[in-house]
């Protein structure tokens, strides 16, 4: 799969505190703003759709993918940025005001090889390492298992935030998953298979609703996503290793590209806001679009019930299961 584009250089720049950046556009903008913007082509039977920020693949058998990048975020407090190569690796160092970075390693084909923070006096933790490919994969990045076996309540499988108490939600942050782990997955397996992505529980941040064809979170609902952020704060501050997966939906008005692209936008809003106002690390945290592929009202019309975002961890997919277990010594790299 091609990677995402590569923020231009003036999206590198430190973001100060208090600026005003959602999604990395301007807020207002809407999914027309960018349609203008987008670029066709056709590669090998595949259709890319190309926007300043993100593509969109569909491949011949008609799925669709969509792919941000999460260095957008990482800018915003930051105190300087700087990008070199290494080895064939590009790596992207954010430092911060207290002197910690958190260094993003890609291959030469632009694609995530690991994430990893390190503290002012030089201990490192690696949050992500993808450089690890499991025996066990046959090539690209959807994996076939079967749906989970979930023996444990509906409403505790994916739990409704307006509904649920502060612990239930701090609770599923930390939840193992419904099923044995059998392997570690890379991050691009886990966004693009479901049926991994769907051994963790999930939490719908049903408190938050966006507005047909915008992502922009209003500013009224932004205290709502408060219990959200405790809970992830929590959670990163017991193991600072825990990555969490914000995903973006749809509703089934509008065309497949459109709604992609629209998801992803939402997801990145929502975890930018969730860095910006309540201090949640950028690095534990990444996001992903579906478009309309997981409704929750069987609609083909209008619907703010679908238009949501949803919150997973998936620090144990990442893992392999471990991801319960006490952190790892700083430094030390993730169980292979």
Same mark, same amino acid.
Do not use: C
């Given at each position: 799969?091609?990677?995402p584009?590569?923020?231009?250089?003036?999206?590198?720049?430190?973001?100060a505190?208090?600026?005003?950046?959602v999604?990395?556009?301007?807020i207002?903008?809407?999914?027309?703003?960018?349609?203008?913007?987008?670029?066709e082509?056709v590669?090998?039977g595949?259709?890319?759709?190309?926007?300043?920020?993100r /593509?969109?693949?569909?491949?011949?058998?008609?799925?669709?993918?969509v792919?941000?990048?999460?260095l957008?975020?990482?800018?915003?407090?930051?105190?300087?940025?700087?990008?070199f190569?290494?080895?064939?690796?590009?790596?992207?160092?954010?430092?911060r005001p207290?002197?910690?970075?958190v /260094?993003?390693?890609?291959?030469?084909?632009?694609?995530?090889?690991r994430?990893?923070?390190?503290?002012?006096?030089?201990?490192e933790?690696? /949050?992500?390492?993808?450089?690890y490919?499991?025996?066990?994969?046959?090539?690209?990045?959807?994996?076939?298992?079967?749906?989970?076996?979930?023996?444990i309540?509906?409403?505790?499988?994916?739990v409704?935030?307006?509904?649920?108490?502060?612990?239930?939600?701090?609770?599923?942050?930390?939840?193992?998953?419904?099923?044995r782990?059998?392997?570690?997955y890379?991050?691009?397996?886990?966004?693009?298979s479901?049926?991994?992505?769907m051994?963790?529980? !999930?939490?719908?941040?049903? $408190?938050i609703n966006?507005?047909?064809? !915008?992502?922009?979170?209003?500013?009224?609902?932004?205290?709502?996503?408060?219990?959200?952020?405790?809970?992830?704060?929590?959670?990163?501050?017991?193991?600072?290793?825990?990555?969490?997966?914000i995903?973006?939906? $749809?509703?089934?008005?509008?065309?497949?590209?459109?709604?992609?692209?629209? !998801?992803?936008?939402?997801?990145?809003?929502a975890?930018?806001l969730?860095?910006q106002q309540?201090?949640?690390?950028?690095?534990?945290?990444?996001?992903?679009?579906?478009?309309?592929?997981?409704?929750?009202?069987? $609609?083909?019309g209008?619907?703010?019930?679908?238009?949501?975002?949803?919150?997973?961890?998936? $620090?144990p997919?990442?893992?392999?299961?471990?991801? !319960?277990?006490p952190?790892?010594?700083?430094?030390?790299?993730?169980?292979?």
């Amino acid at each position: 799969m091609p990677p995402p584009p590569r923020p231009p250089q003036r999206d590198l720049t430190p973001l100060a505190i208090g600026a005003g950046v959602v999604a990395g556009a301007v807020i207002g903008a809407t999914i027309a703003d960018y349609r203008n913007q987008r670029q066709e082509v056709v590669e090998g039977g595949r259709t890319v759709y190309t926007e300043p920020d993100r /593509i969109i693949i569909r491949d011949p058998g008609g799925q669709e993918y969509v792919r941000g990048n999460d260095l957008y975020r990482f800018r915003y407090g930051a105190r300087d940025i700087r990008t070199f190569s290494e080895g064939g690796e590009t790596r992207t160092v954010v430092i911060r005001p207290d002197g910690s970075e958190v /260094i993003t390693v890609v291959g030469p084909d632009g694609s995530l090889l690991r994430r990893i923070r390190r503290d002012p006096g030089g201990r490192e933790i690696v /949050i992500i390492d993808n450089s690890y490919r499991d025996p066990r994969s046959v090539g690209g990045f959807y994996v076939d298992v079967p749906p989970p076996v979930v023996n444990i309540p509906y409403d505790r499988y994916i739990v409704d935030a307006e509904e649920a108490s502060p612990d239930v939600i701090y609770a599923t942050m930390e939840a193992p998953p419904v099923q044995r782990i059998e392997r570690r997955y890379t991050l691009d397996e886990i966004r693009y298979s479901p049926n991994v992505r769907m051994q963790m529980p !999930s939490i719908d941040v049903n $408190t938050i609703n966006f507005e047909t064809g !915008s992502w922009t979170i209003p500013p009224d609902q932004v205290a709502r996503l408060q219990v959200i952020a405790d809970g992830l704060n929590r959670a990163i501050q017991r193991n600072p290793r825990e990555v969490f997966l914000i995903e973006g939906h $749809t509703d089934a008005v509008g065309n497949d590209v459109d709604n992609l692209s629209l !998801s992803d936008r939402r997801a990145q809003a929502a975890a930018e806001l969730l860095t910006q106002q309540f201090g949640v690390p950028a690095e534990n945290l990444t996001s992903q679009g579906y478009g309309k592929q997981y409704l929750k009202e069987q $609609t083909d019309g209008p619907s703010r019930i679908n238009r949501r975002v949803t919150v997973r961890r998936i $620090t144990p997919l990442l893992n392999g299961g471990t991801a !319960s277990l006490p952190p790892p010594p700083p430094g030390t790299a993730p169980p292979r």
